[in-house]
């Protein structure tokens, strides 16, 4: 028997000859509380309810993870090169698994699986922002597959996104898209700004964007980093959704607007 579980007994017995717990108190130094839980385990396991108990939980959660869910983590890691965060994002997205961070990084460790490598941006880095919705709204067009280009554009200000798949970079395409970009943005737009590309230079274009009264500004020869923003979002997509699905499916439109809604309303971001 330890010192604490004589110590204890000497409580115990001492109220069960005086039968007055504020002189046992008093006489002990301790709390009715106490004396009371003490007695209480006393009388219902003897002596052996004095001493110490686990305070281990008595259902605790399971941390295993089955062998269905780290296949796909390390698939997500192999095939995409994903990190823990955006694993996590992208099993609740694509298979309703909800996972710690903690048992994704354990997972991965377990299986040796070599780190992602981050990009360290320059000390003079500068990320040109504007403070208003709808100030500038950047955008550009990228190439999916044959006979497939998704426009994109991208607010600078709250990262708002509006995306369209076309057959052909065209003045048409873009006419259409910016009726879209107009009519989806909870925001009017001042201005637009894209690269050089020629589908934005057209006439019907330029004269489309005076009827609206919207600003266009082109960026400078060799600058992309003046549309970082949507140049980074591209490469979002097909990393994130154009490597989820095939881009010859019928639904593709459908698919990349659940895609889009996703993107603006759920999706975590590291911004």
């Not at 009715?32 to 605790?60: F, V």
Request: glycine content about 6%; proline content about 4%.
């Amino acid at each position: 028997m330890n010192r604490e579980t004589q110590q204890r007994l000497q409580w115990v017995k001492l109220y069960e000859t005086s039968g007055d717990a504020g002189f046992v108190c008093r006489r002990c130094g301790i709390s009715r509380p106490t004396l009371r839980k003490w007695w209480r385990r006393y009388l219902a396991q003897g002596i052996a309810g004095l001493e110490n108990q686990s305070r281990r939980p008595k259902h605790s959660l399971s941390t295993k993870t089955g062998a269905g869910e780290v296949d796909l983590i390390l698939e997500l890691r192999t095939q995409r090169n994903l990190g823990a965060r955006r694993i996590q994002s992208e099993l609740k997205r694509l298979h309703s698994i909800s996972l710690a961070m903690a048992i994704i990084h354990r997972v991965l460790c377990q299986n040796q699986v070599k780190p992602v490598v981050k990009f360290r941006r320059k000390a003079d880095f500068i990320r040109y922002e504007r403070p208003v919705p709808g100030d500038r709204v950047q955008m550009d067009t990228c190439k999916i597959g044959p006979g497939l280009y998704q426009y994109t554009s991208v607010d600078d200000c709250t990262r708002y996104r509006v995306l369209r798949l076309y057959s052909r970079r065209t003045a048409a395409s873009t006419l259409d898209f910016i009726d879209c970009v107009i009519e989806e943005m909870p925001f009017p737009i001042q201005r637009f700004q894209t690269d050089r590309g020629r589908e934005f230079f057209a006439v019907k274009v330029q004269e489309r964007l005076k009827e609206y009264g919207i600003k266009f500004r082109p960026n400078k020869p060799a600058s992309p980093h003046l549309n970082g923003k949507v140049e980074r979002s591209q490469k979002t997509d097909k990393a994130e959704f154009y490597a989820t699905v095939d881009p010859s499916v019928d639904d593709l439109k459908e698919l990349l607007a659940e895609w889009q809604h996703y993107y603006n309303w759920e999706r975590s971001h590291s911004a």
